[in-house]
């Protein structure tokens, strides 16, 4: 899936599709995946299991050492300042030991139809993630924002509009367009990430659910990400218990 042409090949048919024009950076989650409202009712069980793992996040992996493509918006910059992850689903699987680690959030996502990848993004202390554009057209993203510092809150910019999480908000938008993240805060954030099929008329979601479900899963970056992934959930160990 991760092959140039291929994306190139879906994206445009994507793009074809759609009459030629690219709908808005942001979406209504009520009016376009309900279903993610799931994750908000019960984000107070999804922050509970997250919690612990901040007493670990130094052994938590930078996000390029899991997903290799990732380095150049997760290794730029100050090294102490670090993008970390907890994969909670990814194409490829790798993920069975962080999942028992946080098993009602597990199951949440597991009620959330078309989810292809979830993770917990960790940022770090005067973090932030240069511009770039996602890669592909087939998937959109949501965030629900479970620790967010209350002094200079972190914020985004997708394609023209800048949105500053507000712990315990959620947002869905579209990964494919120019985005950046500003981060001058001196607190950790923490945003549950989830990404969904992106809702398209048949045939192409046929389409797209063959190249996220079974394409994406065989190529070599996914497969590499998910042994990346197995190697450090079990290089960290639970946090103690009341942390």
Known sequence: MADPFILRALNGAF?????????????????????????????????????????????????????RIQADISGEGDAAKAWRVFMLKWPAGGVE?????????????????????AFFSVLEPGKSVPAHDGPYLGYLRYHLALKVPARNPPSIRIKDRTHTWVEGGSILFDDSWNHEVFNQSDETRVVLIVDVLRPMPWPYHVVNWIALRLLGPISDEARTAARNIRRYSRATPPAASGS
């Not at 376009?32 to 107070?44: M, N, V």
């Not at 030991?97 to 990848?117: F, I, M, Q, Y």
């Open 15 to 67: 793009y074809r599709a759609s009459g030629g024009e690219r709908r808005p950076a942001f979406f209504d989650i009520d009016a376009t995946y309900p279903a993610l409202r799931l994750l908000d009712r019960h984000q107070d069980e999804i922050r509970a299991e997250m919690e612990p793992l901040l007493a670990e996040r130094h052994r938590l992996p930078k996000y390029h050492e899991v997903d």
């Open 97 to 117: 030991d962080n999942r028992a680690r946080c098993p009602r959030t597990a199951a949440l996502l597991d009620r959330v139809p078309g989810v292809v990848s």
